[in-house]
């Protein structure tokens, strides 16, 4: 029996009767004994294959999600004791853990304190109070973004693509129940024993999603993910920003610094791994049939003018307001434009090229149509001039929206 448990293919198989047991409504009590049987030496990547594997099956993901916090019951005893968080400062990996700690200690120090003030005395002045922790911990959305944007794609480009989702399922809920809360304590109307209830069960989510992170997605990431990727993530970080706290360092990534003395050269040859044939940009990259897929659908028209006031490229949306032939390509810019116009179009790209300005607005009121037209400076990465953009669109409909849509259309 000991040559089938330690079977790879075994053990999987058996856990997945586990969860599908537990789908079909047995308690997680009922399920343990048999949990035990195959959970020596049970890696977290393991249970991300078995989670991709009923998916495959045909279990939606949607139903993985609801059971998510019975498998964590279930894992919790067996996976204390598998692999840590990367513990060197400044890491990704480093980060996502302190902040963990420090929503940790705003949920059982000053949220708890002030959640008993409440319960006492639901005044405005305790009402602010636990509204102030309440905007403290919508800092957990940048702590998901930066999972959901900067880790959850290098998973799914290696396969792993069950779990993510069902994470970040429960990401958008966690989300969700702090905004009610807050929308809640914003326009307080006496209903105390639900806001406490709210609070408690948000908060509860939430601390199961620290245990999940740091008992299965994060072990699971430090083995599946490489060095470079986790450069890449650690560059981007900061665009997304931090929850609660400040990285304490900087990442002294060794191998990078001991290969290469400019990281830039290894993050180009990163995506040259991941976008051969196509065009790069700093972030990421396209196909040029994508590419010009994009340009197509756009609710705009978009043209370019080089640095030699000629025009290289527009697009060819469906429905064109200011009419564009290929003919217009390699031409003068004044000469694009009625003559009464020309000279306010020269003004604009002087502009441009002296650094007076970055961008210029127009708009006029055509019968049906409100033309929004837009006119940006190009420039490189050291500020220097390479071109005009610009962007025509009809806003008459944006113009109209009212109140707010948050359903699909039929």
């Keep these: 029996m000991s040559e089938a448990i330690n079977n790879r293919e075994y053990r999987q198989q058996k856990m997945k009767e586990v969860i599908k047991e537990l789908h079909e409504g047995k308690t997680v009590d009922e399920v343990r004994e048999k949990f035990a049987e195959v959970i020596d030496g049970v890696s977290p990547k393991e249970i991300s294959m078995m989670e991709v594997q009923l998916v495959k099956e045909g279990l939606p993901i949607e139903e993985i999600q609801n059971l998510c916090d019975v498998h964590a019951a279930v894992f919790k005893g067996s996976l204390d004791e598998i692999h840590h968080p990367e513990q060197v400062p400044g890491h990704p990996i480093y980060t996502f853990v302190q902040e963990n700690r420090a929503f940790e200690k705003l949920i059982d120090e000053s949220l708890a304190s002030n959640l008993e003030l409440f319960k006492e005395d639901d005044s405005k002045e305790n009402i602010y109070k636990l509204l102030e922790d309440i905007n403290l911990l919508w800092d957990i959305d940048k702590h998901y973004s930066r999972k959901e944007n900067l880790i959850f794609p290098y998973l799914e480009k290696y396969g792993v693509t069950a779990p993510p989702k069902v994470m970040w399922g429960v990401d958008d809920e966690i989300r969700a129940k702090i905004k009610s809360v807050k929308l809640d304590l914003t326009n307080y109307s006496g209903n105390k024993d639900e806001i406490i209830d709210k609070i408690n069960d948000a908060t509860d989510q939430l601390k199961e999603m620290i245990y999940k992170e740091e008992k299965i997605l994060f072990p699971m990431s430090l083995e599946t993910l490489t060095e470079d990727e986790w450069i890449l993530i650690y560059k981007e970080s900061d665009e997304i920003g931090f929850a609660l706290i400040v990285p304490e360092n900087e990442w002294e990534y060794k191998r990078i610094k001991a290969e290469k003395e400019d990281s830039e050269e290894v993050i180009e040859?990163?995506?040259?791994?991941?976008?051969?044939?196509?065009?790069?940009?700093?972030?990421?990259?396209?196909?040029?049939?994508?590419?010009?897929?994009?340009?197509?659908?756009?609710?705009?028209?978009?043209?370019?003018?080089?640095?030699?006031?000629?025009?290289?490229?527009?697009?060819?949306?469906?429905?064109?307001?200011?009419?564009?032939?290929?003919?217009?390509?390699?031409?003068?810019?004044?000469?694009?434009?009625?003559?009464?116009?020309?000279?306010?179009?020269?003004?604009?790209?002087?502009?441009?090229?002296?650094?007076?300005?970055?961008?210029?607005?127009?708009?006029?009121?055509?019968?049906?149509?409100?033309?929004?037209?837009?006119?940006?400076?190009?420039?490189?990465?050291?500020?220097?001039?390479l071109g005009t953009l610009e962007y025509v669109q009809n806003v008459a409909p944006i113009r109209k929206l009212e109140g707010e849509k948050r359903i699909l259309s039929e």
């Design 269 to 385: 040859e990163v995506f040259d791994e991941i976008t051969d044939g196509r065009i790069k940009f700093e972030n990421g990259s396209l196909t040029p049939e994508q590419l010009r897929g994009i340009f197509d659908i756009l609710p705009g028209e978009v043209s370019f003018v080089d640095y030699n006031n000629k025009v290289r490229f527009f697009s060819k949306g469906e429905h064109r307001i200011f009419a564009r032939t290929k003919a217009v390509i390699g031409r003068e810019v004044e000469n694009c434009h009625p003559p009464k116009s020309a000279h306010v179009v020269d003004k604009i790209v002087s502009d441009f090229k002296n650094g007076v300005k970055d961008s210029e607005d127009f708009w006029i009121d055509k019968g049906d149509m409100f033309i929004l037209i837009r006119f940006f400076a190009v420039r490189n990465e050291k500020g220097e001039y």
